[in-house]
T-cell receptor, first 113, second 115 residues
Framework: ETGVTQTPRHLVMGMTNKKSLKCEQH?????MYWYKQSAKKPLELMFV???????ENNSVPSRFSPECPNSSHLFLHLHTLQPEDSALYLC????????????FGPGTRLTVL | TQLLEQSPQFLSIQEGENLTVYCNSS?????LQWYRQEPGEGPVLLVT?????EVKKLKRLTFQFGDARKDSSLHITAAQPGDTGLYLC???????????????FGKGTHLIIQP
């Protein structure tokens, strides 16, 4: 595997379910990110991790809980989501500077019923 | 809150024509990045511009960063059907002491090149 991988690619869940999204990067990068992409809205930054430490939580509701056990893996734990949380969730990684380009995974298409 | 205004939102032109996409903000960014996204996939990095006034070329694509580092443009020469896609500009904040940071994205330009 190369680049940034995300699993699952598609997920349908009820509002009472608990699920997790997984992201893995094979680029040796030190920073990882979660973004949300909804129709008619710009890509929204959710969380930033630098060297496994969370450096930004962009006012994300607590029903989204990130976890970064090491610099290659990033999880997004989902609990009691709302239908408006349905979106494409994208993971990205970059080296360690704000001027470094980011490399995105293919995303997880999430539908909350 | 830093905002990036991208224009136009939609553009449909004939193969062989030229086009320019604009990305504007009232905020200063440490870098401006351009991405292209295809349906069902994540954005793919095209270029990063860092220095005010910088111009970078990628085959038929020319990227420019404004002198004040608040705006950028993407110019495509002799567009081809393979250029069809969603083009996104994204700005990185200035961070004291360095370090990685999340990006602020524009809404994107949906580009269609008709054969």
């Amino acid at each position: 595997e190369t680049g940034v991988t995300q699993t699952p690619r598609h997920l349908v869940m009820g509002m009472t379910n608990k699920k997790s999204l997984k992201c893995e990067q094979h680029l040796g990068h030190n920073a990882m990110y979660w973004y949300k992409q909804s129709a008619k809205k710009p890509l929204e930054l959710m969380f930033v991790y630098n060297f496994k430490e969370q450096t930004e939580n962009n006012s994300v509701p607590s029903r989204f809980s990130p976890e970064c056990p090491n610099s290659s893996h990033l999880f997004l734990h989902l609990h009691t989501l709302q239908p408006e949380d349905s979106a494409l969730y994208l993971c990205a990684s970059s080296q360690d500077s704000s001027t470094d380009g980011q490399f995105f995974g293919p995303g997880t298409r999430l539908t909350v019923l | 809150t830093q905002l990036l205004e991208q224009s136009p939102q939609f553009l449909s032109i004939q193969e062989g024509e030229n086009l320019t996409v604009y990305c504007n903000s009232s905020s200063v960014f440490s870098s401006l990045q351009w991405y292209r996204q295809e349906p069902g996939e994540g954005p793919v990095l095209l270029v990063t511009v860092v220095t005010g006034g910088e111009v970078k070329k990628l085959k038929r694509l020319t990227f420019q960063f404004g002198d004040a580092r608040k705006d950028s443009s993407l110019h495509i020469t002799a567009a081809q059907p393979g250029d069809t896609g969603l083009y996104l500009c994204a700005g990185a904040r200035l961070i004291e002491g360095g370090g990685a940071d999340g990006l602020t994205f524009g809404k994107g330009t949906h580009l269609i090149i008709q054969p």
